[in-house]
């Protein structure tokens, strides 16, 4: 069974940084899979942050290039994002999702919620 469990969210100042993790399990081909980080706030669809190919080629929203990094450890089978210079329209419950290579399955996590206010 796989599961995605996000962490490291949290309420910020404007400005501030925040690095959320996501943990996988029970995935066969981790490493191989195309991962991504997705955002959605109050009232808006869900939209695409940031994602990164199994051979590691990473692309970004506009809105987030230049501040927020995806990384990855397929070793230990988990995601990063690093989050700087946030910003109050950066608020969002925000979700990791792999599409598993081989299959083309999506998962997802529960989210975690980022607030950025002063």
């Known amino acids: 069974q796989v599961q995605l469990v996000e962490s490291g969210g949290g309420l910020v100042q404007p400005g501030g940084s925040l690095r959320l993790s996501c943990a996988a399990s029970g995935l066969l081909f981790f490493s191989s899979s195309s991962v991504g980080w997705y955002r959605q706030a109050p009232g808006k669809q869900r939209e695409l942050v940031a994602t990164?190919?199994?051979?590691?080629?990473?692309d970004y929203a506009d809105s987030v290039k230049g501040r927020f990094t995806s990384s990855r450890d397929n070793a230990e089978k988990m995601l990063y994002l690093q989050m700087n210079s946030l910003k109050p329209e950066d608020t969002a419950v925000y979700y990791c999702n792999i599409e598993s290579w081989g299959t083309g399955i999506n998962y997802w996590g529960q989210g975690t919620q980022v607030t950025v206010s002063s």
């Open positions: 990164m190919t199994g051979g590691g080629t990473t």
